[in-house]
């Protein structure tokens, strides 16, 4: 469901009256109503219906345009119903106390009614409360469309108010898992708000983080542990929930040649389930302090999990043969060669036992 279908199912069975001439409303101000159609909301034509009342109250009509307007923006008659609205004398008072009344006990009411405000009164406060409604509605409904309204409301209050900090610095939180390049744009246009200062900071910071752990993941990847180490320690005392990053840890500490401190936090991740690379780098590590049988022992486990990996056969024929089992290395490293014609190590191991 779109965001605007969940909003004009508030109004399916809104009711029309039809006035033949001009009215005065017996309001506050006695503005003009126009001869033309307007909406009753179901639940005000009860209300007053069970109150025996004669004629229609002014509030009723105000409540159906107010509901129209936001729930209905493309309606035919809004034009007309804007205008009405902005010559009611104190309608923004009205709306602000409906919308006071409404935030904690019927939050989707509360935002029709600032939808309609923020039409009425172009003005980046008003917009922005509509914005913080949409995010307790987001948070209570859980459904996307409120959340990409949120985004869509916050991101035009950006462009309208490159300097106003509070839609610049939501945006920013929002965009952190899903565009770190948009993150930063929106949390700097935000930096200097002192009231923002603080949190836009912190979150820059992680941003900071995030491109430093993927540095030194690369670096990790093409040998170079020593320096990845330098970013990686600090990452996982700041995320220690991030197995990959105790992964990756472990990994350059091996490359640096600590297989003892490699070896404390791959079994720091035994603990998360079974994972092929966690075994293989088990294996390796034990191989490197020359305990070629345990090592062993963790390589075939990985290899359960993926029977074709040729790296991890050919590591199993390495250890046979550190072993002295000749036979049965020389067996893995022709199943690995078969496996994958173009595992150059596994032929390098062949040639060298003959």
């Given at each position: 469901m779109n965001y605007e279908i969940y909003l004009k199912r508030e109004i399916e069975k809104t009711v029309f009256i039809e006035?033949?001439?001009?009215?005065?409303?017996?309001?506050?101000?006695?503005?003009?109503?126009?001869?033309?159609?307007?909406?009753?909301?179901?639940?005000?034509?009860?209300?007053?219906?069970?109150?025996g009342l004669d004629g229609v109250p002014g509030d009723a009509i105000i409540n159906g345009m107010i509901y129209i307007i936001a729930c209905d923006p493309e309606f035919k008659y809004n034009k007309g119903y804007i205008e009405f609205l902005k010559s009611v004398e104190g309608i923004e008072s009205y709306i602000i106390m409906n919308i006071e009344k409404y935030k904690d006990n019927d939050i989707k009411r509360a935002v029709i009614f600032a939808?309609?405000?923020?039409?009425l009164k172009n003005d980046k406060i008003v917009a922005m409360n509509r914005c913080y409604l949409l995010m307790e509605l987001y948070e209570k409904v859980g459904l996307d469309s409120v959340g990409a309204e949120t985004v869509i409301s916050l991101e035009s209050l950006s462009r309208e108010y490159p300097e106003f900090a509070e839609p610049n610095y939501y945006l920013g939180e929002y965009y952190l898992d899903k565009d770190i390049d948009k993150a930063k744009i929106y949390l700097r246009n935000c930096i200097n708000d002192p009231k923002i200062h603080d949190n836009a900071s912190e979150l820059?910071?992680?941003?900071?983080?995030?491109?430093?752990?993927?540095?030194?993941?690369d670096m990790?990847?093409?040998?170079?542990?020593?320096?990845?180490?330098?970013i990686l320690i600090k990452f996982v005392e700041n995320n220690p929930q991030s197995?990959?990053?105790?992964?990756?840890?472990?990994?350059?500490?091996?490359?640096?040649?600590?297989?003892?401190?490699?070896?404390?936090?791959?079994?720091?991740l035994l603990n998360f389930g079974e994972r092929l690379e966690v075994y293989s780098e088990i294996g390796?590590?034990?191989?490197?302090?020359n305990d070629f049988e345990s090592a062993l022992e963790y390589f075939k486990?990985?290899?359960?999990?993926?029977?074709?990996?040729?790296?991890v056969i050919c590591n199993i024929g390495v250890c046979h043969l550190s072993l002295g089992q000749r036979d049965e290395a020389k067996h893995a490293f022709e199943l690995a060669s078969r496996i994958n014609p173009k595992d150059e190590i596994a032929k390098q191991w062949l040639k060298e036992i003959g």
């Amino acid at each position: 469901m779109n965001y605007e279908i969940y909003l004009k199912r508030e109004i399916e069975k809104t009711v029309f009256i039809e006035t033949n001439r001009d009215l005065t409303v017996n309001i506050k101000g006695s503005p003009v109503l126009k001869k033309g159609e307007y909406p009753l909301l179901p639940q005000d034509v009860v209300g007053f219906a069970q109150k025996g009342l004669d004629g229609v109250p002014g509030d009723a009509i105000i409540n159906g345009m107010i509901y129209i307007i936001a729930c209905d923006p493309e309606f035919k008659y809004n034009k007309g119903y804007i205008e009405f609205l902005k010559s009611v004398e104190g309608i923004e008072s009205y709306i602000i106390m409906n919308i006071e009344k409404y935030k904690d006990n019927d939050i989707k009411r509360a935002v029709i009614f600032a939808t309609t405000l923020n039409t009425l009164k172009n003005d980046k406060i008003v917009a922005m409360n509509r914005c913080y409604l949409l995010m307790e509605l987001y948070e209570k409904v859980g459904l996307d469309s409120v959340g990409a309204e949120t985004v869509i409301s916050l991101e035009s209050l950006s462009r309208e108010y490159p300097e106003f900090a509070e839609p610049n610095y939501y945006l920013g939180e929002y965009y952190l898992d899903k565009d770190i390049d948009k993150a930063k744009i929106y949390l700097r246009n935000c930096i200097n708000d002192p009231k923002i200062h603080d949190n836009a900071s912190e979150l820059l910071e992680r941003i900071n983080a995030i491109e430093n752990y993927d540095r030194a993941v690369d670096m990790v990847k093409a040998g170079n542990g020593k320096d990845a180490l330098k970013i990686l320690i600090k990452f996982v005392e700041n995320n220690p929930q991030s197995l990959d990053g105790l992964y990756y840890t472990a990994v350059a500490y091996r490359q640096i040649g600590d297989p003892y401190k490699a070896l404390d936090f791959l079994d720091e991740l035994l603990n998360f389930g079974e994972r092929l690379e966690v075994y293989s780098e088990i294996g390796l590590n034990l191989a490197a302090l020359n305990d070629f049988e345990s090592a062993l022992e963790y390589f075939k486990k990985a290899l359960k999990i993926m029977p074709d990996d040729s790296g991890v056969i050919c590591n199993i024929g390495v250890c046979h043969l550190s072993l002295g089992q000749r036979d049965e290395a020389k067996h893995a490293f022709e199943l690995a060669s078969r496996i994958n014609p173009k595992d150059e190590i596994a032929k390098q191991w062949l040639k060298e036992i003959g």
